[in-house]
Structures are given as structure tokens and as C-alpha cells.
């Protein structure tokens, strides 16, 4: 039976989400990750809410980086220990599809809820309300973009057994600009001057990896498994 | 036509030929570096704003350079070795990753010992600063990632791979000081048309960017040695090279 490559988009999709969801453990740690680092900054540095303030944008980024880095395991380790994950590139659906699947359910279940929970962080970290559709829009494309270049990531480390720590350091140099215009766009927002720029270039970012990265991810998974 | 890049692609091939163009590289070397550090440091004048601490450049810029010229030279020889699946290109880039590493890490050294006297600051988180930064850390991890695999043929693919993703961060060192409004000075020295910079400063300048270029063909040739014997080491040729 021939199934075509949309169709193998929403199949893979369903499925990650599906396993998502039904390892709820998986995907609350990255979160409750990502609460206890922004807390610690504020215990480690200073209580004053102007100081606070100032620093608030690249904390909350910083600890979306590092959460993100923790669930990048999951995008193919699990799937490529039992196996399924050859079987999926055997399927002659091709690697791009599963790929874009799979990195589209992980930052769903990932991205999608770190973006949920800033909110509460930014609160804590008294950043403006005002400020909070740039932040919010910033972490959507921060946080995508970050899925794709996770994907790149992973997939050159699933083969290896200790490859935890290999990720970050592959993936946070390629993140830096990230960080820079994320965090970026967030501070002129709390300051009142326009954002704008720091967003185009972030959504140029993740327009690049968006279409860039999953023949990247690809590449990288045919080397590694084969 | 083609036949001396196939002949390329034979490890024997390319270990004779590095031990061939090793001396005249590294003699080529000594001879423009020499000229440069002569002329650079002695003869050079003083800088009317920056004295005699202008001279660094002729350390930090060639470093700088080539910091960039490595890591083109390794994602470029990865991909050959990727595509092609030449085993030759994948030596070329293990033998270039560490070079260019110290190259960068030259470049950040002598950046920040010039910045202390100048900027009043060892670092500063300025755009071009910090992509040469990046540029360290993309070193490190693809050299990682080369070794974090059992197999040496995956290993060798994926940090082509990973040096290919990497590359994009190569244009944006480059232009960096245009981009952004850097406390890096812009480019003095122009490939077109005329450079900002006497001839009296630019010549030292050309002759250690040379010799620089030079020294770093002479070490990845001896390095690349060691690779493609270490690749090799089953082969009966390696035994007959190195007489055992």
C-alpha cells in the first residue's frame, strides 16, 4: 500500500503526539526544568524587581534553551532504541517527512507548552504585561527554530550511547543568535522601543531552518543509522 | 584533465605528495613570517592613535583569517568526503579541525590582550566578538563529535555534517563589523581598490597574512600525515612506508 507524503505527515504527527501525551512525565519535566532554573536566578542574583526586570528577558530565554536541550533527547533516542525509528526511514516514505513529522510533534508537546508556561515565569520575573505578545511571539519562533536545530542535533548523536552533553554542545553555538534576538526583542519591548527588528530577524532565522534544517536533520539521520 | 583530483582521492598518493610540499610550505613560511616580523615590529611606523600597540595586527589579523580559512577548508574537504565519499577529504578536515581551532583561539588572545589597552576591557560582548566565540565552539563540537563515535567512517560523516551546518556562521564573522555597529574597527585592508592602510603597514601585513597561509598548508600537511597513516594502519603500504 503506497501512502503519500502528507499523509505520512499527519500519520507520523499522530503518532508522536499521541506517545506524547502518554509519557506526561516526559514532557512536565522540561517545564518544571525550566521553572526551577528561572528561579534560581533571582535567588542566586538579586530580589530587586528594577534589577530583576533588566535581566528578565535573557534568563527566560537562557532557561528556555536549557529546557529545550533536555527534551531533545526524546525526538529520536526512544524510537531509535527499539527500532522503529529504521523502520520509519526503511518505509521509503522518505527521511525529510518523518523528520519534519517528528520535529513538528516535539515542539508541540516541547515548544508549544514552554511557550504556555512563560507567561507564569515572566510574571514572577516582573516583566511588563505589556511586553507580552513580543515575548510570547519571540519564544514561539525561538522555540520552533530551536526544534529545527535540535533535529540536526539529534539526529548526528542517536547513534551514540553518551551522547547527552554532545547535543547542547552542538546545538547551543548554533542557538546563540537565538538568544541574542530573542532575548533582544523581549528587553526593547519591557523598554517601549520597537521590537521589530529583532523579530524579523528571528523569523528569518526560523524561516531558514525551517526549510533548511529538515534536509540537515535528514542527512543526519541516514549517516547515523546506517 | 581530472586525473590529479582522482589521484587525490589515493591515500599512498597524498601522503607521499604532503611530505613533498611540506619543506617548501614551511620554508615559504619562515621566510614571509620572518619578513613580516622584521618589518612589522621594526621598521613599521607607530600608529598616530594606537602607538606601537597597533602591532598586534600582525598576529590577530592573519589568526583571525585564518580562523575562518580553516573551518571553510574543513566544511568544504567534509563535503567532498560526504558527497564524493572520498576518504581523503574526511582526512584533510580531521587534520584542519585543530589548526583552526588554535587559529581562533590565537585570534581571541591576541584580540583581548589589544582590546586591554585600547577598549580598556579584555572582552567585550560585541558582534564579532563573539561569532569568533561561536566560531571556537563549533571547533570544539565538531572535533567532539569526530571522536564521541566508535565507528571512524560515521564519525568522520557526521562532523562534516555538522561542519556544512556550521558554515553559515563563516559569512557571519565576515561581515560583521558592516552589519552591526561594532566596537571592532571595519576592514583597512581592501581585496579591491585602494586599502585604508599605508604601504608602509600594509606590506608586513600581507607578507605575515601569507606566511600565516603558508605555515597552516605546512602544519595540515604534517598533520594530515598522521591522519591518513592512522586511517590507514591496516594497509600493507603503511607498513611498508614506516619499514615494519
Request: overall charge positive; aromatic content about 10%.
Given at each position: 500500500?503506497?501512502?503519500?507524503?502528507?499523509?505520512?505527515?499527519?500519520?507520523?504527527?499522530?503518532?508522536?503526539?499521541?506517545?506524547?501525551?502518554?509519557?506526561?512525565?516526559?514532557?512536565?519535566?522540561?517545564?518544571?526544568?525550566?521553572?526551577?532554573?528561572?528561579?534560581?536566578?533571582?535567588?542566586?542574583?538579586?530580589?530587586?524587581?528594577?534589577?530583576?526586570?533588566?535581566?528578565?528577558?535573557?534568563?527566560?530565554?537562557?532557561?528556555?534553551?536549557?529546557?529545550?536541550?533536555?527534551?531533545?533527547?526524546?525526538?529520536?533516542?526512544?524510537?531509535?532504541?527499539?527500532?522503529?525509528?529504521?523502520?520509519?526511514?526503511?518505509?521509503?516514505?522518505?527521511?525529510?517527512?518523518?523528520?519534519?513529522?517528528?520535529?513538528?510533534?516535539?515542539?508541540?508537546?516541547?515548544?508549544?507548552?514552554?511557550?504556555?508556561?512563560?507567561?507564569?515565569?515572566?510574571?514572577?520575573?516582573?516583566?511588563?504585561?505589556?511586553?507580552?505578545?513580543?515575548?510570547?511571539?519571540?519564544?514561539?519562533?525561538?522555540?520552533?527554530?530551536?526544534?529545527?536545530?535540535?533535529?540536526?542535533?539529534?539526529?548526528?548523536?542517536?547513534?551514540?550511547?553518551?551522547?547527552?552533553?554532545?547535543?547542547?554542545?552542538?546545538?547551543?553555538?548554533?542557538?546563540?543568535?537565538?538568544?541574542?534576538?530573542?532575548?533582544?526583542?523581549?528587553?526593547?519591548?519591557?523598554?517601549?522601543?520597537?521590537?521589530?527588528?529583532?523579530?524579523?530577524?528571528?523569523?528569518?532565522?526560523?524561516?531558514?531552518?525551517?526549510?533548511?534544517?529538515?534536509?540537515?536533520?535528514?542527512?543526519?539521520?541516514?549517516?547515523?543509522?546506517? | 584533465?581530472?586525473?590529479?583530483?582522482?589521484?587525490l582521492?589515493s591515500p599512498p598518493y597524498v601522503y607521499r605528495v604532503a611530505a613533498v610540499w611540506m619543506p617548501w610550505l614551511l620554508g615559504g613560511a619562515a621566510f614571509a613570517i620572518g619578513?613580516?616580523?622584521?618589518?612589522?615590529?621594526?621598521?613599521?611606523?607607530?600608529?598616530?592613535?594606537?602607538?606601537?600597540?597597533?602591532?598586534?595586527?600582525?598576529?590577530?589579523?592573519p589568526c583571525?583569517?585564518l580562523s575562518?580559512f580553516a573551518y571553510?577548508t574543513m566544511?568544504v574537504a567534509g563535503?567532498?568526503g560526504?558527497?564524493?565519499?572520498?576518504k581523503m577529504g574526511h582526512a584533510v578536515a580531521a587534520a584542519s579541525a585543530p589548526i583552526g581551532a588554535s587559529f581562533t583561539l590565537g585570534?581571541?588572545?591576541?584580540?583581548?590582550?589589544?582590546?586591554?589597552?585600547?577598549?580598556?576591557?579584555?572582552?567585550?560582548?560585541?558582534?564579532?566578538?563573539?561569532?569568533?566565540?561561536?566560531?571556537?565552539?563549533?571547533y570544539?563540537?565538531v572535533m567532539?563529535?569526530r571522536s564521541?563515535?566508535?565507528?571512524?567512517?560515521?564519525?568522520d560523516?557526521?562532523?562534516?555534517?555538522?561542519?556544512?551546518?556550521?558554515?553559515?556562521?563563516?559569512?557571519?564573522?565576515?561581515?560583521?563589523?558592516?552589519?552591526?555597529?561594532?566596537?571592532?574597527?571595519?576592514?583597512?585592508?581592501?581585496?579591491?581598490?585602494?586599502?585604508?592602510?599605508?604601504?608602509?603597514?600594509?606590506?608586513?601585513?600581507?607578507?605575515?597574512?601569507l606566511g600565516f597561509m603558508l605555515f597552516y598548508g605546512a602544519v595540515l600537511c604534517i598533520r594530515l600525515r598522521g591522519e591518513v597513516l592512522n586511517r590507514e594502519r591496516?594497509?600493507?603500504w603503511v607498513?611498508?612506508a614506516i619499514g615494519?
Amino acid at each position: 500500500m503506497r501512502v503519500g507524503g502528507w499523509e505520512t505527515l499527519g500519520l507520523v504527527l499522530r503518532r508522536e503526539l499521541v506517545l506524547g501525551f502518554r509519557r506526561p512525565d516526559q514532557l512536565v519535566q522540561p517545564l518544571v526544568f525550566f521553572l526551577i532554573v528561572t528561579t534560581l536566578f533571582p535567588l542566586g542574583l538579586s530580589v530587586q524587581l528594577v534589577l530583576l526586570r533588566e535581566m528578565a528577558p535573557g534568563v527566560l530565554w537562557v532557561a528556555a534553551l536549557l529546557a529545550s536541550m533536555l527534551s531533545l533527547e526524546a525526538l529520536f533516542k526512544s524510537d531509535a532504541d527499539d527500532g522503529t525509528l529504521e523502520q520509519l526511514v526503511l518505509s521509503g516514505q522518505g527521511v525529510y517527512v518523518i523528520v519534519v513529522a517528528k520535529t513538528l510533534a516535539h515542539w508541540l508537546v516541547s515548544g508549544a507548552a514552554l511557550i504556555l508556561v512563560s507567561p507564569l515565569v515572566a510574571t514572577a520575573l516582573a516583566i511588563p504585561w505589556s511586553a507580552f505578545p513580543v515575548m510570547l511571539l519571540s519564544l514561539g519562533l525561538g522555540t520552533l527554530t530551536l526544534s529545527w536545530l535540535g533535529a540536526i542535533g539529534a539526529g548526528l548523536t542517536v547513534g551514540l550511547k553518551r551522547g547527552n552533553v554532545l547535543v547542547s554542545l552542538i546545538v547551543l553555538p548554533l542557538a546563540m543568535p537565538l538568544l541574542i534576538f530573542g532575548a533582544g526583542a523581549t528587553d526593547r519591548a519591557i523598554s517601549g522601543t520597537s521590537p521589530l527588528g529583532a523579530l524579523y530577524l528571528l523569523a528569518a532565522l526560523c524561516l531558514l531552518t525551517c526549510t533548511l534544517a529538515p534536509f540537515a536533520a535528514a542527512a543526519a539521520l541516514t549517516v547515523t543509522l546506517e | 584533465m581530472w586525473t590529479w583530483f582522482y589521484r587525490l582521492a589515493s591515500p599512498p598518493y597524498v601522503y607521499r605528495v604532503a611530505a613533498v610540499w611540506m619543506p617548501w610550505l614551511l620554508g615559504g613560511a619562515a621566510f614571509a613570517i620572518g619578513y613580516g616580523v622584521i618589518d612589522g615590529l621594526g621598521f613599521a611606523p607607530p600608529d598616530y592613535q594606537q602607538g606601537d600597540a597597533f602591532r598586534i595586527i600582525y598576529v590577530h589579523a592573519p589568526c583571525a583569517w585564518l580562523s575562518l580559512f580553516a573551518y571553510t577548508t574543513m566544511a568544504v574537504a567534509g563535503a567532498i568526503g560526504l558527497i564524493w565519499r572520498i576518504k581523503m577529504g574526511h582526512a584533510v578536515a580531521a587534520a584542519s579541525a585543530p589548526i583552526g581551532a588554535s587559529f581562533t583561539l590565537g585570534a581571541l588572545v591576541t584580540g583581548s590582550l589589544w582590546g586591554r589597552p585600547m577598549w580598556g576591557t579584555y572582552w567585550a560582548w560585541d558582534p564579532r566578538l563573539t561569532s569568533e566565540l561561536i566560531l571556537l565552539f563549533l571547533y570544539v563540537g565538531v572535533m567532539a563529535l569526530r571522536s564521541a563515535f566508535d565507528d571512524a567512517n560515521r564519525g568522520d560523516r557526521a562532523a562534516a555534517l555538522l561542519a556544512i551546518v556550521g558554515v553559515v556562521n563563516v559569512p557571519i564573522i565576515h561581515f560583521s563589523v558592516v552589519w552591526w555597529n561594532s566596537l571592532h574597527q571595519g576592514a583597512t585592508v581592501a581585496k579591491f581598490g585602494k586599502s585604508e592602510m599605508p604601504g608602509s603597514m600594509l606590506w608586513p601585513l600581507l607578507a605575515m597574512l601569507l606566511g600565516f597561509m603558508l605555515f597552516y598548508g605546512a602544519v595540515l600537511c604534517i598533520r594530515l600525515r598522521g591522519e591518513v597513516l592512522n586511517r590507514e594502519r591496516q594497509s600493507a603500504w603503511v607498513r611498508e612506508a614506516i619499514g615494519s
